[in-house]
């Protein structure tokens, strides 16, 4: 707008100055647009002059006041590109300030968030079901505006996508699913124990079967028989059983858990992430317990293990329960004040002090 009024005003100063001086001013004229176009031509170090608003403007008022047929020699541009300035400077004059785009207004950001949310979270959901899921939520949007979506952020629209991924799967099984696998310690004196360890994949609530300096077939079948009389009617909840090809693993073994309706999944050769959970809380007892501890023996490390068995399952936090420990269901909210008052909380050491808690006092 600014540039277009300023340009009214040289129009009419000229005009002015036409019918004032009409014998030499276009010869007046084209001298100032030669002036003007030496120093645009000045400005430029090297290629194309470019020529900003105020010279289009410039020249362009000064173009009003020499005859047409001399424009080819005057001005360093052709009359085409006059004319089109100054339609540019009568469509500046009638721009419109709000310039809203034709037709529908856009989807919101949120709306979308939302939709391709539905569609990740949800695999066999195409744009129709997510189009009914919104209407229940209140929000009224076309099947065809959704597919847009969905074709936009690289998935699928239509309800026939690709299946779970293995962590999807493993945690949607993981409520049925308990897995075992030994662990192997060597004692002060270099004699080699075996400890069964049991894990439920839903809870993370942790199991010690037995520790042994000569496991055997039969030894497994009686630890088996000791965890479906602990579990008691919580093995009812339980489906599925994962353990390697160990020997000791015997067809007995299996059968004492068919006896309990859950089905024995055995895994591969070398393939220790099929049982990774597992293999993780076994590396977890020697990161934290094992490798920090000189084990005399079997009734020393059944000690130091049936402690931390109390730490793991009551006190330690895990990622997977958010931050909860296996036997708690609510992790307690407490308002953190500021400065928080240190003499209120309590350290316990526990597993003969190679661990601590903490806990607020009384």
Not at 2 to 11: E, P, T
Not at 203 to 223: D, E, I, K, S
Not at 302 to 314: D, M, S
Request: proline share 5%; charged share 25%; glycine share 6%.
């Amino acid at each position: 707008m600014l540039f277009s009024l300023v340009y009214r005003l040289l129009r009419c100063l000229f005009g002015l100055l036409v019918m004032l001086l009409r014998s030499d001013l276009s010869k007046e004229a084209e001298l100032l647009a030669l002036r003007h176009e030496n120093q645009v031509l000045r400005r430029q170090v090297r290629g194309r002059p470019q020529r900003d608003h105020l010279d289009r403007l410039w020249l362009a008022a000064l173009s009003r006041l020499v005859h047409r047929r001399r424009w080819a020699e005057v001005f360093p541009v052709t009359p085409a590109t006059i004319l089109r300035w100054h339609r540019r400077l009568v469509a500046r004059k009638w721009a419109y300030t709000d310039r809203r785009r034709p037709g529908r207004p856009p989807t919101g950001v949120s709306i979308r968030t939302l939709i391709v949310g539905m569609a990740r979270e949800n695999l066999t959901w195409g744009h129709r079901r997510i189009q009914g899921e919104l209407a229940r939520l209140g929000y009224t949007i076309a099947a065809s505006t959704v597919w847009e979506i969905l074709h936009a952020a690289g998935i699928d629209p239509a309800p026939r996508r690709a299946g779970p991924t293995w962590r999807q799967f493993l945690t949607a099984q993981a409520h049925a699913t308990i897995a075992c696998d030994f662990l192997v310690v060597e004692t002060v004196l270099l004699k080699r124990l075996y400890v069964l360890v049991f894990i439920e994949h839903g809870t993370r609530r942790l199991h010690l079967g037995g520790v042994t300096a000569h496991p055997t077939g039969a030894w497994a079948v009686q630890q088996a028989r000791n965890l479906a009389m602990d579990l008691g009617d919580r093995i009812d909840t339980l489906r599925f059983l994962i353990h390697d090809r160990d020997p000791l693993f015997t067809t007995a073994f299996g059968e004492a858990f068919k006896a309990e309706g859950l089905q024995i999944i055995t895994t591969l050769p070398r393939a220790p992430r099929m049982n990774a959970i597992c293999e993780r809380v076994i590396g977890t007892l020697r990161r934290e317990l094992l490798d920090r501890i000189l084990i005399l023996g079997e009734r020393h490390l059944a000690l130091v293990l049936g402690e931390y068995l109390i730490h793991y399952n009551r006190h330690r936090p895990h990622q997977s329960r958010q931050q909860r420990p296996p036997d708690i269901e609510a992790q307690p909210i407490r308002d953190a004040p500021e400065p928080i008052d240190l003499r209120r909380i309590r350290r316990k050491r526990v597993v003969t002090g190679l661990i601590s808690e903490y806990r607020h006092a009384a």
